[in-house]
């Protein structure tokens, strides 16, 4: 199982904001918030068609997801998909991965539609994206539906950011 932003090197992946010229320390501004945040990744995992439901991506409470990308490397067949979201809650709340958009290789978002309620607002006339905060630790849970599939691989890419205390 994947682990958001586990860098190892104790440098988040933000690097130094530059202000007037001058290196203001090793942490990322986010820029619609204005909160330092401890780092910001695309956390990678792969889902296969035979893969169990369950755990994707450890997250830690206060960790925020701004985005969700999906890259099939291997077609699937057959009648599988998957949905990512929360096993026990919205379980298509980032991504509902219907047959048609993971039946050829390549990337499959490609509208802010394609995204579940977690990240896109497609309510009334305001449509806009959103972002997902966890209150407590938990999961990114992928739920497969095997269907007739014997073969299919696609990677997801989440885009999470840690807040500083």
Same mark, same amino acid.
């Not at 190892?8 to 990322?28: E, L, Q, T």
């Not at 206060?62 to 099939?72: E, I, N, R, S």
């Not at 490609?110 to 006339?125: M, P």
């Given at each position: ?5 586990? @860098? ?7 690097? !130094? =904001? ?8 090793? *942490? ?14 695309? %956390?990678?995992?792969?889902? !296969?068609?035979? @893969? ?6 450890? =997250?830690?409470?206060?960790? %925020?997801?701004?985005?969700?990308? =999906? ?10 998909? *998957? ?10 709340? *980032? ?16 509208? !802010?539609? $394609? ?18 905060? *966890?209150?407590?630790? $938990? ?18 890419? =989440? ?7």
């Amino acid at each position: 199982m994947a682990k958001a932003l586990d @860098t190892g090197s104790g440098h988040p992946p933000g690097g !130094n =904001v530059i202000h007037g010229g001058r290196a203001k320390g090793p *942490f990322h501004i986010d820029m619609m918030s204005s909160a330092p945040i401890q780092g910001m990744a695309w %956390v990678k995992a792969t889902v !296969n068609f035979d @893969t169990a439901t369950g755990s994707l991506i450890s =997250v830690k409470a206060g960790d %925020v997801v701004h985005a969700v990308q =999906v890259k099939t490397t291997t077609a699937w067949d057959g009648n599988g998909h *998957f949905d990512l979201g929360l096993v026990g809650g919205d379980v298509d709340g *980032f991504y509902d991965a219907t047959y048609a958009k993971i039946n050829a290789a390549g990337v499959k978002i490609s509208t !802010n539609a $394609d995204l579940g309620v977690f990240l896109w607002d497609a309510t009334g006339g305001d449509t806009h994206p959103l972002f997902y905060a *966890f209150t407590a630790d $938990d999961t990114i849970d992928a739920t497969v539906t095997t269907g007739t599939s014997t073969a299919g691989s696609t990677d997801v890419y =989440v885009l999470i950011s840690r807040v500083i205390g």
